[in-house]
C-alpha cells in the first residue's frame, strides 16, 4: 500500500536549519510530485512548494522563497525539505504528500518541527 | 497572494446535513475546477475527501458530496455522524504550479 514515512520530531535554535525526510513506498516513485504542506500549532495548512520526482524541478511558495529547498533521492525513494534562518513562526508539523492530477491523496504522518531558543 | 475563505466553524445535530464554503478572492483561483477538500482529526494528517470540485475517492463516504459556484465552492455531508466531527480545508490550484488552502471550518457534532 501507498506510504509515505517522515523523520523524526526536530527542535532548533532560531537561525539554524533543518531538514525533514519523507520516504515513499507502495508505488512508482518516480511517476509523481511530492509537495510539503505544513500547520502551525492550531493554524491553517500552509501549502509550501513541490518537486518533479522525475526531473527534480521545483516551484516554491513566494513566501517561503530564498529559504526552503526540496531535493529528492531516487534511488532512496525519499523527498527532503530544508527550511533555513528558522524562526519561532516556523514552528509547525510538515507533512509531505503525493500529488495525483493536482490533488493531494496520500499523506505523511507529519514532522513536528519546534523553533525555540 | 490569492487566498481562499471559509467560515471558521458550522455545527450541526446527528443526521442532518451541512455545508461549508469556501470562496476565492481572486478570478485566477475561482475560474480553476481543481478544488479539492480534506478532513483532518485531531493530530492526524488530512485526508483526501473531495478533488475536482464534485469527484469522490474510492472509499470516501457519499455522503460527503462537493459543488462549485462561480468563486464559491461548496462542501455538503449529509447524515450527520460523530466522527464527522473535525477540520475541514479546502485547496485550489492557484496557477503555474502553485496552490493554495483555506483557513479551515472547525465541524462540531452537536
Known amino acids: 500500500q501507498v506510504q509515505h514515512v517522515q523523520s523524526g520530531a526536530e527542535v532548533k535554535k532560531p537561525g539554524a536549519s533543518v531538514k525533514v525526510s519523507c520516504k515513499a513506498s507502495?508505488?512508482?516513485?518516480?511517476?509523481?510530485?511530492i509537495h510539503w504542506v505544513r500547520q502551525a500549532p492550531g493554524q491553517r495548512l500552509e501549502w509550501m512548494g513541490w518537486i518533479n520526482i522525475d526531473n527534480g524541478n521545483t516551484k516554491y511558495s513566494q513566501k517561503f522563497q530564498g529559504r526552503v529547498t526540496v531535493t529528492r533521492d531516487t534511488s532512496a525513494s525519499t523527498v527532503y525539505i530544508e527550511l533555513s534562518s528558522l524562526r519561532s513562526e516556523d514552528t509547525a508539523v510538515y507533512y509531505c504528500?503525493?500529488?495525483?492530477?493536482?490533488?493531494?491523496?496520500?499523506w505523511g504522518q507529519g514532522t513536528l518541527v519546534t523553533v525555540s531558543s | 497572494q490569492s487566498a481562499l475563505t471559509q467560515p471558521a466553524s458550522v455545527s450541526g445535530s446527528p443526521g442532518q446535513s451541512i455545508t461549508i464554503s469556501c470562496t476565492a478572492t481572486?478570478?485566477?483561483?475561482?475560474?480553476?475546477?481543481?478544488v479539492s477538500w480534506y478532513q483532518q482529526h485531531p493530530g492526524k494528517a488530512p485526508k483526501l475527501l473531495i478533488y475536482?470540485?464534485?469527484e469522490r475517492p474510492s472509499g470516501v463516504s457519499s455522503r460527503f458530496s462537493g459543488s462549485k459556484s462561480g468563486y464559491t465552492a461548496s462542501l455538503t455531508i449529509s447524515g450527520l455522524q460523530a466522527e464527522d466531527e473535525a477540520d475541514y480545508y479546502c485547496c485550489s490550484y492557484a496557477g503555474i504550479r502553485t496552490w493554495v488552502f483555506g483557513g479551515g471550518t472547525k465541524l462540531t457534532v452537536l
Open positions: 475536482e470540485v464534485s
Open positions: 507502495g508505488y512508482n516513485f518516480t511517476n509523481y510530485a
Open positions: 504528500a503525493r500529488e495525483y492530477g493536482t490533488r493531494f491523496d496520500y
Open positions: 481572486s478570478s485566477d483561483v475561482g475560474s480553476y475546477k481543481l
